[in-house]
Antibody, heavy 118, light 108 residues
Framework: QVQLVQSGAEVKKPGASVKVSCKAS????????IHWVRQAPGQGLEWMGS????????NFAQKFQGKVTLTRDTSITTAYLELNSLTSDDTAMYFC???????????WGQGTLVSVSS | SSELTQDPAVSVALGQTVRITCQGD??????ASWFQQKPGQAPILVVY???DRPSGIPDRFSGSRSGNTASLTISGAQAEDEADYFC???????????FGTGTQVTVL
């Protein structure tokens, strides 16, 4: 069965960077895009971007261009989200999700809480 | 701000029908998917495409689209349907994706 297992919670200071991982199993990693979605406390879902694990090609929401780096390591079937220049506004739960078709996100990671505080 | 607008909250009596709407220009060209999210949990896809459901989603969940509005209908709402619901589609450029503002559904 498909599983996406994300790395654990992070606490960072303003200005720092953070890298969240999403370990995929149960399917062909290079066959499906991985999307990243964030949710600030008490707020809605926000699409951040996606990566094609086969080519490494990425697509970002305008808001996150320059702020976010998406990478992958096909040898260990893991996708990564890196956020730089963290501020308190980046405090949120970050989810990865596997695309099964356009707008079809059936399989999700458990989420990684990133807290930014001085 | 999101390009997909939803009513913040709706309520429905147990066993009755509720429709949740999502408005945005991109919906004239693209379908919306719908996600259910309960506190502390990852979102769950309940409807996608013209009106398809992933395996395991009850058939009381259905989707439709008309003009710039996509709708999710819960027919015969159950207590376990109380959750936040988010629509999801492409943005007006068609190049990126966006979520709706979300609707909190209360089952009375």
């Amino acid at each position: 069965q498909v599983q996406l297992v994300q790395s654990g919670a992070e606490v960072k200071k303003p200005g720092a960077s953070v890298k969240v991982s999403c370990k995929a199993s149960g399917y062909t990693f290079t066959g499906s895009y991985i999307h990243w979605v964030r949710q600030a406390p008490g707020q809605g879902l926000e699409w951040m971007g996606s990566i094609n694990p086969k080519s490494g090609g990425t697509n970002f929401a305008q808001k996150f261009q320059g702020k976010v780096t998406l990478t992958r390591d096909t040898s260990i079937t893991t996708a990564y989200l890196e956020l730089n220049s963290l501020t308190s506004d980046d405090t949120a739960m970050y989810f990865c999700a596997k695309e099964s078709g356009d707008l079809i996100l059936i399989d999700w990671g458990q989420g990684t809480l990133v807290s930014v505080s001085s | 701000s999101s390009e997909l607008t939803q009513d913040p909250a709706v309520s429905v009596a147990l066993g009755q029908t509720v429709r949740i709407t999502c408005q945005g220009d991109s919906l004239r060209r693209y379908y919306a998917s719908w996600f259910q999210q309960k506190p502390g949990q990852a979102p769950i896809l309940v409807v996608y495409g013209r009106n398809d459901r992933p395996s395991g989603i009850p058939d009381r969940f259905s989707g439709s689209r008309s003009g710039n509005t996509a709708s999710l209908t819960i027919s015969g709402a159950q207590a376990e349907d109380e959750a936040d619901y988010f629509c999801h589609s492409r943005d007006s450029s068609g190049l990126q994706y966006v979520f709706g503002t979300g609707t909190q559904v209360t089952v009375l």
